[in-house]
């Protein structure tokens, strides 16, 4: 079965730690996304990665970091910097970054802080 | 800055009604639109993507239209279901990056 996987489907973080979200994808996609939803609002785009060992900022990348050391994976750091982490997290990729490429999801993380 | 509107926030009909969800966007200068379904607590799939030639797309009892003049967006559902209980996101994009700007959803409640 080709698809995304997220986990976990839960996680819970302390004041002040990290905490990292994983994502992987076997659709051999070159493009990856991780997005940020709150209620009441639009997806909001963190980071994206084009290629393997290439990443962008995206609308609200501060307090988050990744990595794209791999094709398939794109791993998600909330650091303590981010004040207000709790959140679902979704992760995407698709084949490439052109707009018109359709984006395949996870099924995302919810994150809370305790 | 571009921004998505999507009325309404959400819509209750009992089952078998045609009904239409719809999507704005202040810049009326959108190069594709995309309009995907997301069940509580999930991700989100995509049900239909319009490409900047086309004014138009169905699939199956879903159609999605798309008046670039207007800047507007319709998806149009046919013979509801309670299956189709869920929220619709739309998203579209300009043609001079790559980054999709997002509706906050329509929640669409099919009563059996």
């Known amino acids: 079965d080709g698809g995304i996987t997220q986990s976990p489907k839960y996680l819970f973080r302390k004041e002040g730690q990290n905490v990292t979200l994983s994502c992987e994808q076997n659709?051999?996609?070159?493009?990856m996304y991780w997005y940020r939803q709150d209620p009441g609002q639009g997806l909001r785009l963190i980071y994206y990665?084009?290629?393997?060992?290439?990443?962008q900022k995206g609308d609200i990348a501060e307090g988050y970091s990744v990595s794209r050391e791999k094709k398939e994976s794109f791993p998600l750091t909330v650091t303590s910097a981010q004040k207000n982490p709790t959140a679902f997290y979704l992760c995407?990729?698709?084949?490439?970054?052109?707009?018109?490429?359709?984006?395949?999801f996870g099924p995302g993380t919810r994150l809370t802080v305790l | 800055k571009q921004e998505v509107t999507q009325i309404p926030a959400a819509l209750s009909v009992p089952e078998g009604e045609n009904l239409v969800l719809n999507c704005s966007f202040t810049d009326s200068a959108i190069y594709n639109l995309q309009w995907f379904r997301q069940d509580p607590g999930k991700g989100l799939t995509s049900l239909l993507l319009i490409q900047s030639s086309q004014r138009e797309q169905t699939s199956g009892r879903l159609n999605a239209s798309l008046d670039k003049s207007s800047g507007r967006s319709t998806l149009y559902i046919a013979a509801s279901q309670p299956g189709d209980s869920a929220t619709y996101l739309c998203a579209g994009g300009g043609d001079s990056n790559y980054q999709l700007i997002w509706g906050a959803g329509t929640k669409l409640i099919i009563k059996p």
């Open positions: 995407a990729s698709s084949l490439r970054t052109r707009i018109t490429d359709t984006q395949y």
């Open positions: 659709l051999n996609h070159d493009a």
């Open positions: 990665s084009q290629i393997v060992n290439d990443f």
